[in-house]
């Protein structure tokens, strides 16, 4: 029986501005997405009887929740597949961690189960059914590093720089609905265009989000001052994972070597490619 063994890699986002806010809530961002070579990974196998199993079951989020399960689900339903599947889940992403693991899943699933099913549907409408799950899992199906806009499903590739990443996760979950309804976070940076995000690069980058996470979330302002004493430190997403660029692997590993007992963290490269991507096309 075929079985497929596919990533879930993180993302970060590079640089995330919040220039408004739509009628239903939802806020207008320009983000630069880029991808780990580090994530998480789904084995799949087909089952004839249409069930979809997921195991082992995520401690915190009920396998009817579960992303994976939705996305499997979906797609059933969406390509009228009578087929299910048998899911083996192992995570290394933390939840609520601004990595993106879980809208990672969902695209994994989605893009491994058409290709397990044999179903051909296209990017778009996969993309389609995805951003229902989440608004990271576009960028994710797309496999490309992007500039994102919208909500982050209006995407353009980009190549950015590919240098080694310090992760730490400061021992908090950030929920991202508190975050967006926070009355402090600040809503009106001018949009600017791609042309001007990517030009002077890493340098002139910031995240939005920051200001308010700091504030809400005291262990991720200590885990911003304790990396960023180091090398320029920044807030992935909504958080609460914050990373620093460095020049060489080594690098990064003197720098987890130093992490204090309440911080977990990971050395990781960037990746214009996702490394779904670079497995499905083998
Ligand atoms: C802002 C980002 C940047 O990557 O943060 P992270 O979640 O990765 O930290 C994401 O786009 C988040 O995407 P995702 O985590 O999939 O968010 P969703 O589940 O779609 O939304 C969770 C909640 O956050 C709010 N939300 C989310 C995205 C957005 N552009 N505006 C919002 O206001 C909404 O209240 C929504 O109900
Ligand atoms: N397969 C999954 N992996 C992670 N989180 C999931 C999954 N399915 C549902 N969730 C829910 O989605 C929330 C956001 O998870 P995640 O994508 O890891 O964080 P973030 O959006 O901050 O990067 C989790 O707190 C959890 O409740």
Redesign the pocket.
């Known amino acids: 029986m075929q079985e497929l063994v596919l990533p879930a890699p993180a993302k970060l986002?590079r640089m995330?501005h919040i220039t408004g806010r739509r009628p239903d809530?939802?806020?207008e961002?320009q983000?630069l997405f880029q991808f780990l070579d580090h994530g998480d990974e789904l084995r799949m196998r087909c089952r004839e009887d249409g069930a979809v199993h997921l195991s082992p079951a995520l401690d915190t989020v009920p396998d009817e929740a579960n992303l994976i399960v939705r996305a499997a689900r979906l797609l059933q339903a969406e390509s009228g597949c009578p087929l299910g599947a048998d899911i083996l889940l192992t995570k290394r992403l933390p939840m609520g961690g601004?990595l993106?693991g879980g809208?990672s899943d969902a695209a994994t699933t989605l893009l491994g189960l058409d290709r397990l099913w044999q179903l051909g549907l296209s990017l778009e409408r996969l993309a389609a059914v995805g951003l229902t799950l989440?608004?990271?899992v576009p960028v994710f199906l797309h496999g490309r590093a992007a500039w994102a806009e919208g909500?982050?499903e209006r995407l353009t590739a980009v190549e950015l720089d590919t240098p080694w990443f310090v992760v730490v996760h400061p021992g908090v979950s950030v929920a991202?609905?508190a975050v967006?309804?926070a009355t402090q976070l600040t809503r009106d940076t001018p949009p600017i265009t791609m042309a001007r995000a990517l030009q002077g690069g890493a340098p002139g980058w910031r995240n939005d989000c920051e200001p308010t996470v700091r504030s809400l979330y005291p262990r991720v302002a200590a885990a911003l001052d304790w990396l960023g004493a180091r090398a320029p430190a920044m807030l992935t997403?909504?958080?609460a994972c914050v990373f620093a660029r460095v020049d060489t692997q080594a690098e990064a590993q003197r720098i987890v070597a130093e992490l204090p007992g309440d911080y977990t963290a990971f050395t990781a490269r960037g990746l214009n490619l996702s490394p779904l991507h670079a497995a499905l096309n083998r």
């Open positions: 986002n995330l809530g939802y806020h961002l983000t601004g993106g809208s989440g608004a990271d909500i982050g991202t609905a967006f309804g997403g909504t958080g």
